[in-house]
C-alpha cells in the first residue's frame, strides 16, 4: 500500500509541529523518519496512524483519501514506544488483544491457530502464557510486533522500535525486522534519532528538522551528499 502525504500540517494550541511535510512511501517500502527529539517524527506517525488527524494537508492510503479516517478504520499495525504491553495479561492476550479491536470477526479458535502463528513468525513458540514481566526487553519488543501484525496491516507503524533496548540485542532485531518485512513485504514506516539505526535499516531516510523535511532519500545518498549543514553535523553525531 503506498502512502502519500501532501502538505500536512499540525498544531498544537498555536504550536507548529509539522509544519507542510510532503512525502511519498512507496508499496513495500521501509523507511526511517530520522531527527533530533522534538522534530515532529512522532506526530507525523500518529497521523499515518489516525491516532492524530492533520489541521491542513492530506494523507492518502493508495488511492484513498484516508485523512480522516479513523484508526480502526485504517488498517495499520502500531508499535509504541516502550511496547506498551498491557501487564495483566499474557503474552498470547497480548497479541489477541490486536484482533478483538479490528473490525474483523473471528472465531476463538481462529484466533487461538492466528496467535499461535504469530508466535512462531516472531520466534517466540512456547511464550504464550508469560506475562510481560517474565520475559526480556528483546522479547518484549518481539510481542508488540507480532500484536501490530495481528490485525493483517497494509502499513506498519513503529515509534523508536528498539529506543529502550542494549546495543546487542538493538543489532540483531534490527537484521530481524528486516528479515520480516522483506518476508511480508509490507509498507513500513519508523521512528527513530538514531542515525545509524536509520541508516543500517531503511531502504530510504527521511531527515526531518524542526517539523519539517530537511532531505530524503537512500541511506548511500544522504552520507555522500548531505545537503545542509545540519544533515552533516547531524549524521556525523553518532550515541
Ligand atoms: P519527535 O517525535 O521528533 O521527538 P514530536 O512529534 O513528539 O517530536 O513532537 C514535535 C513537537 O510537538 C515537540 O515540540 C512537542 O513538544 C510538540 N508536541 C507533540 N505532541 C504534543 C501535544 N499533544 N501537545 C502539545 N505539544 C505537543
Not at 500518529?46 to 484508526?71: C, K, S
Amino acid at each position: 500500500m503506498k502512502i502519500v502525504l501532501e502538505n500536512v500540517v499540525k498544531e498544537f494550541n498555536t504550536f507548529r509541529a509539522v509544519r507542510g511535510v510532503s512525502l511519498e512511501i512507496g508499496s513495500g517500502e521501509l523507511v526511517a523518519l530520522l531527527g533530533p527529539s522534538g522534530s515532529g517524527k512522532t506526530t507525523i506517525l500518529r497521523m499515518v496512524a489516525g491516532l492524530e488527524f492533520a489541521d491542513q494537508g492530506a494523507i492518502y492510503f493508495g488511492d484513498e483519501d484516508a485523512t480522516n479516517i479513523p484508526v480502526r478504520e485504517r488498517g495499520v499495525g502500531f508499535v509504541f514506544q516502550h511496547y506498551a504491553l498491557f501487564p495483566h495479561m499474557t503474552v498470547g492476550e497480548n497479541i489477541a488483544f490486536g484482533m478483538k479491536v479490528s473490525k474483523k470477526a473471528r472465531s476463538k479458535q481462529e484466533i487461538t491457530d492466528r496467535v499461535n502463528d504469530l508466535l512462531r513468525l516472531v520466534k517466540l513458540e512456547g511464550l504464550n502464557d508469560r506475562f510481560p514481566s517474565q520475559i526480556s526487553g528483546g522479547q518484549k519488543q518481539r510481542v508488540a510486533l507480532a500484536r501490530a501484525l495481528a490485525v493483517d496491516p497494509k502499513v506498519l507503524l513503529l515509534d523508536e522500535p528498539f529506543g529502550a533496548l542494549d546495543a546487542n540485542v538493538r543489532h540483531d532485531l534490527r537484521r530481524w525486522l528486516r528479515e520480516i518485512h522483506d518476508e511480508l513485504g509490507i509498507t513500513t514506516l519508523f521512528v527513530t534519532h538514531d542515525q545509524e539505526e536509520a541508516l543500517d535499516l531503511a531502504d530510504r531516510v527521511v531527515i526531518l528538522d524542526q517539523g519539517a523535511i530537511v532531505q530524503e532519500g537512500t541511506p548511500e545518498q544522504v552520507c555522500r551528499e548531505p545537503n545542509s549543514a545540519f544533515v552533516m553535523k547531524f549524521l556525523g553525531d553518532t550515541n
